[in-house]
């Protein structure tokens, strides 16, 4: 199956300071990849669909000047957390589907922990 | 009423025994059906794909999909421990590069020994 990469896979910041997390398509072309974000024992929760080369969509309530999303190519997306506070300790993931196939593929997700 | 309803669990069955996980939905535009597997801390990892109803065989792994009932399986023969994981359902329409995923809320599995 197709391979998605993150990175980092675990980053501990200071309340206040922004955190960027990438994600990469390493075998194939995404025109479009997914944030996720997943809290302990529960299900994916959808943030935003990245767009190569266009703006980011997010899903309802959501803040797109929170979470900066940039899809600078064909396979790179990055997820950017400003100003990260305790709140926003979660595990983020990404997926991407590879052009003309209808499934997605998933990365092995980033845990940010905010101090 | 959610799109997709998928029972949390936990299940716990004995090493060998066959395993059925479950998922209904109410949206009958939906056309592809995933199941994923996620390990602890890990990314969700795909494990089957069916395209409209029938079923889908893979090693032990099985799924079906019966669309008249909105209705999707999955089916594991001769469970291991290795299996014990969350199985998420996924499911979107066919409409164009629109790809958005519907996720169920996961089932926790733990198979023992």
């Known amino acids: 199956g197709a391979v998605v990469s993150q990175h980092p896979s675990r980053v501990i910041c200071k309340s206040g300071t922004s955190v960027k997390i990438e994600c990469r398509s390493l075998d194939f072309q995404a025109t479009t990849m997914f944030w996720y974000r997943q809290f302990p024992k529960k299900s994916l929760m959808l943030m935003a669909t990245?767009?190569?080369?266009?703006?980011?969509?997010?899903e309802q309530g959501v803040e797109k000047d929170k979470f900066l999303i940039n899809h600078a190519s064909l396979t790179l997306s990055t997820l950017t957390v400003t100003s990260a506070h305790p709140e926003d300790s979660s595990f983020y993931i990404c997926?991407?589907?590879?052009?003309?196939?209808?499934?997605?593929?998933f990365g092995p997700g980033t845990r940010l922990l905010v101090l | 009423q959610k799109e997709v309803e998928q029972d949390p669990g936990p299940l716990s069955v004995p090493e060998g025994a066959i395993v059925s996980l479950n998922c209904t939905y109410s949206n009958s535009a939906f056309q592809y059906f995933m199941w994923y597997r996620q390990y602890s801390r890990k990314g969700p990892e795909l494990l089957m794909y069916t395209y409209s109803s029938g079923n889908k065989e893979d090693g032990r792994f099985t799924a079906q999909v019966d669309k008249s009932s909105k209705y999707i399986s999955l089916f594991i023969r001769d469970s291991q421990p290795s299996d014990s994981a969350t199985y998420l359902c996924a499911m979107r329409p066919f409409s164009g590069g629109y790809n958005k995923l519907i996720f169920g809320a996961g089932t926790r599995l733990a198979v023992h020994p």
């Open positions: 990245s767009n190569e080369g266009s703006k980011a969509t997010y």
């Open positions: 997926s991407a589907p590879p052009t003309l196939q209808e499934t997605q593929y």
